[in-house]
C-alpha cells in the first residue's frame, strides 16, 4: 500500500525549533515529489513549497520562503520540515503529500501533524 | 500568483439534490485543476484531476468539467457522506494555490 506516515502531534514554546517528518512507503520515494501544507484552524490549504528526493531540488511558495526549511533523506524514504524559531502563529494542521511530477495533482496524502505554539 | 476563486463557500442540501461548485482562476491555467475532498477531521483526498479525470474508487456521483478560467465540480444525487469540504488546486504554475474551500452541510 502507499502511504506517508507522518510524525506525531508537537506542543511547543515561541521560540523553540521544530523538525517533523513524512515517512513514504509502497513506492520509490525518490522519484515522486514530497510537499507540505498548512492548514490553520477552521481555515483552508497553504501550500508551503516542495522537494524531489531524487536531486533534492527544493521550491517554496513566497509566502513561506525564509520560515521554514524543506528536506529529505531518501536512503530512509523520510521527507521533513523543519521551523528554527517557531511562532504563535505556525499553530496549524501540517500535511505532507506526494506528486507523481511537480506538476501534478496530489494523490497521496499523510495523516497529517498538528503543531501547537503556546506559551 | 494564481487566485482561484470557489463559489459557493457554503451550501446546505439535502439528499438526491444535485450539487456544483465552481472555480475561476485569476488567468488561464489550460485543465491543471484539480478536486479534493476534506471530511471532518480527515487529511484531504483527491477526487478529480485534470478537471475531469475522475480517480479511482470515487463515486460516479462526483464529475468535473472546465478548461482554461472556469471549472466546476458536480455532485449528482447527493449522499449524506458527501458532507465535507471541497477545495480546487491549480498545478499549471507555481506557487501551487488552493481554492478558499466551499463546505457542504447536508440537511
Known amino acids: 500500500e502507499v502511504q506517508l506516515v507522518q510524525s506525531g502531534a508537537e506542543v511547543k514554546k515561541p521560540g523553540e525549533s521544530l523538525k517533523i517528518s513524512c515517512k513514504g512507503s509502497g513506492y520509490t520515494f525518490k522519484n515522486y515529489w514530497i510537499g507540505w501544507v498548512r492548514q490553520m484552524p477552521g481555515k483552508g490549504l497553504e501550500w508551503m513549497g516542495f522537494?524531489?528526493?531524487?536531486?533534492?531540488?527544493?521550491t517554496y511558495s513566497p509566502s513561506f520562503q525564509g520560515q521554514v526549511t524543506i528536506s529529505a533523506d531518501r536512503s530512509i524514504s523520510t521527507a521533513y520540515l523543519q521551523w528554527s524559531s517557531l511562532k504563535a502563529s505556525d499553530t496549524a494542521m501540517y500535511y505532507c503529500?506526494?506528486?507523481?511530477?511537480?506538476?501534478?495533482?496530489?494523490?497521496?496524502w499523510g495523516q497529517g501533524t498538528m503543531v501547537t505554539v503556546s506559551s | 500568483e494564481i487566485v482561484l476563486t470557489q463559489s459557493p463557500e457554503f451550501q446546505s442540501v439535502t439528499p438526491k439534490e444535485k450539487v456544483t461548485i465552481t472555480c475561476r482562476a485569476s488567468?488561464?491555467?489550460?485543465?491543471?485543476l484539480h478536486w479534493y475532498q476534506q471530511k471532518p477531521d480527515q487529511s484531504p483526498k483527491l477526487l478529480i484531476k485534470y478537471a475531469s479525470q475522475s480517480m479511482s474508487a470515487v463515486p460516479s456521483r462526483f464529475s468535473g468539467s472546465g478548461s482554461g478560467t472556469d471549472f466546476t465540480l458536480t455532485i449528482n444525487s447527493l449522499e449524506t457522506e458527501d458532507a465535507a469540504a471541497y477545495y480546487c488546486?491549480?498545478?499549471?504554475?507555481?506557487?501551487?494555490?488552493f481554492g478558499q474551500g466551499t463546505k457542504l452541510e447536508i440537511k
Open positions: 488567468q488561464s491555467i489550460g485543465s491543471s
Open positions: 488546486h491549480q498545478s499549471s504554475s507555481l506557487p501551487h494555490t
Open positions: 503529500l506526494r506528486q507523481p511530477g511537480g506538476g501534478d495533482a496530489f494523490d497521496i
Open positions: 522537494i524531489y528526493p531524487g536531486d533534492s531540488d527544493t
